[in-house]
């Protein structure tokens, strides 16, 4: 295997940027998921993952421009406006687009909260519906104060997208590694406990990603997409430890040796 494509995200549930090369350390990449949208009126984290709420946050794109941490990323507006995230009227800005008071911060809140319905319901019932939703503490996997879903790196494989047959950008990985001919679909189920290295970078398999509605949604300027978590719910449920039988693609882990991780790089599995 190869690393075929890096990925960061510098605002919580707004599309990202692809990079040829990141620094990686115990919060993941560098960059990624520092910022997010705060709903002041329930104190969460907003996400796409409730997608009668935030589902709008995909037409919003963030980029870091080569700054280091959450520093001088700029938000690309759906109208294609651009907005640092330090300008002191983002949080109304914001508040009017999204028709929510919202706050951006940089700080991740102790115990910090999302909301997220099942698939299954919002596949059923569709976007606008109210259906029921469970409250999630984000970040247990990861130290420091970024705004991942659980660990510090996600990763999924092209035998797994192809399988899926829709676009790598659905699942927002950090890293998407190319696979030789004949690798199996969902192979990274089993890569729980076992150490990936990517050059200098050394990581461990922690859990399979179990997935939400969010890669069924509209992403930029693409649409909706139901299959891209269709087929999951009946050929990919795993049992995902402290969280159930889930439908799952990809795997998160954590890192263990820090360095930087680039495009090309060779991916080696060990035990």
């Known amino acids: 295997m ?3 494509e890096l990925r960061r995200y510098p605002v919580k549930s707004m599309l990202g940027e692809t990079v040829a090369e990141v620094v990686v350390d115990e919060e993941g990449f560098d960059g990624d998921r ?5 709903d002041v009126a329930t104190g969460r984290v907003a996400t796409a993952k409730h997608p009668r709420l935030w589902r709008s946050l995909l037409r919003f794109s963030a980029a870091t421009n080569g700054a280091r941490g959450a520093d001088g990323v700029r938000i690309t507006l759906p109208d294609g406006r651009t907005v640092a995230t330090d300008d002191p009227g983002i949080d109304a800005l914001l508040s009017d687009l999204l028709d929510r008071a919202v706050r951006l911060v ?16 919002v596949l059923e019932h569709g976007v606008e519906a109210e259906v029921p939703f469970e409250i999630l503490e984000i970040a247990q996997g990861t130290p420091g104060a970024t705004f991942v879903d659980y660990a510090p790196v996600h990763m999924i494989t092209t035998a797994t997208l192809d399988r899926l047959g829709v676009e790598a950008v659905r ?5 998407v590694l190319a696979t030789p001919p004949g690798f199996p679909a969902f192979a990274e189920n089993n890569w729980v406990g076992c150490d990936i290295t990517m050059g200098v970078v050394q990581l461990r398999g922690t859990l399979p990603t179990p997935r939400c509605a969010v890669p069924t949604l509209e992403h930029g300027g693409l649409p ?5 978590v269709r087929p999951l719910l009946t050929d990919n449920r795993v049992d995902v430890p402290g969280f159930g039988v889930l439908p799952c693609a990809g795997v998160y882990a954590e890192v263990r040796t820090s360095g930087t991780i680039r495009v090309g790089d060779d991916v080696v599995l060990g035990g």
């Open 171 to 175: 699942y927002r990985p950090n890293v």
């Open 106 to 121: 940089a700080e991740r809140p102790a115990g910090a909260e999302v909301e997220r319905p099942a698939p299954e319901d």
């Open 34 to 38: 520092r910022l997010a949208v705060l």
């Open 224 to 228: 909706r997409q139901p299959r891209a």
């Open 2 to 4: 190869r690393v075929a």
